[in-house]
């Protein structure tokens, strides 16, 4: 075996492994707290973590297919808001629980279509097209919603996909959380099993080279973000129900913590790598430092830089990566 033949070997382990050995840390640091340790292993607490990281996860899954593919949403957090909006707003008005839930997702579709296609269409870069479509959706949102929350009906079906039954246990678990293991299942299926994955992958390793071998990148790209969107709506969906209301002014900062988890579970910014488990356990260690912050009795303001700070050394571990891997 050549040197670089280990070398490649090396950073595949490290990106399998790596996501694994973070949350390890970051349990084991919080754990060192002797106020902190008795609560933080109990059934209830993980109970409590893995329902917030559902919106994440979910979110993560369609961020995963757009960062391996070579691109970026901004987007998503304005695209959660008001998703679930209009998810509280079609049940305020009777819509049944099927048309709101197909409703919601296919208007995530809808944005994510979108931006698929004014990126693929026009050539424009990704960054700059989904922060325009940032305000553009969040002051939909607001326009929609009157500038304040819309409550759900009581009772509503869909208010019970994170509902929190028998807190001080670990199971049952909310069908949300359900949801989003086998998403990521059907995802990881579809990225590793299929030649619409394949091609993501190849996308994001060379767009040229694809190109020149016949992929039709720009509407690969266009199906790309059209399916995040179906998810970004979902994520929408769930924060309607956990929240048991719509509010337009949610997930203010959503896409940070999103693509930090990508990046963590081992994708790359630059595109052609990443895995639907690494992006699953990054949006597992989100959701434990916001807990772990939590519980430490740290102030908002603490907890936003400990995620700036880890957002800066994930992007540098990409970056580690990518010179690695250029040597």
């Known amino acids: 075996m050549t040197t670089t033949d280990k070398r490649f070997n090396l950073a595949g382990v490290l990106n399998v492994v790596g996501p694994f050995l973070g949350l390890l840390l970051v349990l084991g640091?919080?754990?060192l707290s002797a106020e902190v340790r008795p609560y933080l292993f109990t059934g209830g607490n993980f109970k409590i973590i893995l329902i917030q990281t559902v919106i994440v996860a979910i979110g993560a899954l369609g961020?995963?297919?757009?960062?391996?593919?070579g691109g970026i949403d901004l987007s998503v957090g304005s695209v959660v808001a008001l998703t679930s909006v209009l998810g509280a707003t079609l049940l305020v008005k009777g819509c049944s629980t099927i048309t709101t839930v197909a409703l919601t997702v296919l208007a995530g579709g809808l944005i994510g279509l979108v931006n698929g296609v004014v990126i693929a269409g026009f050539r424009m870069m990704p960054f700059i097209v989904t922060l325009g479509m940032m305000g553009v959706v969040r002051g939909m949102a607001k326009w929609l919603a009157g500038n304040q929350t819309?409550?759900?009906p009581p009772g509503a079906p869909l208010n019970n996909l994170m509902a929190?039954?028998?807190p001080t246990e670990l199971f049952p678990l909310p069908p949300g959380v359900w949801i989003a293991i086998g998403l990521a299942v059907v995802v990881s299926v579809i990225m590793r099993r299929t030649v619409f994955g394949r091609y993501i992958f190849a996308i994001g390793a060379n767009e040229t080279t694809s190109?020149?071998?016949g992929i039709r990148v720009p509407r690969q790209k266009?199906?790309?973000y059209a399916l995040a969107g179906l998810l970004f709506g979902l994520a929408g969906l769930m924060q309607l129900s956990r929240l048991t209301q719509g509010d337009p002014t949610v997930a203010v900062g959503?896409?940070?913590?999103i693509i930090a988890a990508v990046v963590i579970g081992g994708a790359s910014l630059s595109g052609g790598t990443g895995s639907i488990l690494g992006s699953m356990i990054g949006?597992?260690?989100?959701?434990?430092?916001r807990n772990g912050s939590n519980q430490m009795g740290w102030q908002n303001f603490t907890q936003e830089i400990i995620i700036g700070i880890v957002i800066i050394f994930a992007v540098g571990l990409d970056l580690l990566r990518q010179n690695r891997a250029n040597k």
């Open 164 to 166: 929190r039954v028998a």
């Open 63 to 69: 961020m995963t297919l757009i960062i391996v593919s």
């Open 211 to 213: 190109r020149l071998s």
């Open 254 to 257: 959503l896409e940070l913590d």
């Open 283 to 289: 949006a597992l260690i989100m959701a434990v430092l």
């Open 29 to 31: 640091l919080f754990s």
């Open 222 to 224: 266009v199906m790309i």
């Open 150 to 152: 819309v409550n759900n």
